[in-house]
Nanobody, 121 residues
Framework: QVQLVESGGGLVQPGGSLRLSCAAS????????MGWYRQAPGKERELVAA???????NYADSVKGRFTISRDNAKNTVYLQMNSLKPEDTAVYYC???????????????WGQGTQVTVSS
């Protein structure tokens, strides 16, 4: 089994910063892409940022220049540094990863349980 556990969410004032972490554990042979998604109340889940195993990243237009995704392959961990936060960034943030549990497995997508980020004064 593969588990993804997020941490780092919370309440922050507009203009503030938060850093989210997501650690993958369990049966892991390799991890390909990792990413962060978010879902606000009444809205669909949307991609925030994603990063390949080689470090290439892409971002949603709404967070470009404010958020930075990074990963530590040795720790099977992906991070999301969020700066200049806005009230519209309020959502539950989920990480996901494409994981190959064993050498002869195919890659499968795994999700974390989500962490709440609230931006409010």
């Amino acid at each position: 089994q593969v588990q993804l556990v997020e941490s780092g969410g919370g309440l922050v004032q507009p203009g503030g910063s938060l850093r989210l972490s997501c650690a993958a554990s369990g049966s892991i042979f390799s991890i390909n892409a990792m990413g962060w998604y978010r879902q606000a109340p009444g809205k669909e889940r949307e991609l925030v940022a994603a990063i390949t195993s080689g470090g290439s990243a892409n971002y949603a237009d709404s967070v470009k220049g404010r958020f930075t995704i990074s990963r530590d392959n040795a720790k099977n961990t992906v991070y999301l540094q969020m700066n200049s936060l806005k009230p519209e960034d309020t959502a539950v943030y989920y990480c996901n990863a494409a994981v190959k549990p064993r050498y002869n497995d195919l890659y499968s997508i795994y999700w974390g349980q989500g962490t709440q980020v609230t931006v409010s004064s």
